[in-house]
């Protein structure tokens, strides 16, 4: 009688598992989460090289920034 009672236990629960639909995200992940803002530039004109680079580094820390904004965004709409 037990091994009944648990064949029934484990058949309703494999069914009840698989048969679940997965609801779509209806919320966007930007509306969460939003995109990096664009960095402030200086203008270059006393020191170019130290300007040049300070412009450099804003530009990739911004590019790193959205490359993983947009690694998050793809995990969320896989969701």
């Known amino acids: ?3 009944r009672y648990l064949i029934l ?3 309703l629960s494999t069914i009840s598992i698989t048969s679940c639909k ?3 995200n209806t919320v966007r ?3 969460i989460v939003e995109p ?3 960095p402030t530039l200086v203008q270059v004109m ?4 130290k300007g040049l680079t300070r412009n450099l580094s804003l530009l990739i820390t911004h590019v790193e920034r959205w490359e993983a904004w ?3 965004l793809k995990a969320y709409d896989s969701l």
């Not at 006393?46 to 090289?49: A, K, L, R």
Request: proline content about 14%.
């Open 1 to 3: 009688m037990k091994k």
């Open 9 to 11: 236990l484990l058949l």
């Open 22 to 24: 997965t609801i779509p």
């Open 29 to 31: 992940y930007y509306d």
């Open 36 to 38: 990096p803002t664009r």
């Open 46 to 49: 006393d020191e170019p090289i």
């Open 70 to 72: 947009y690694t998050q």
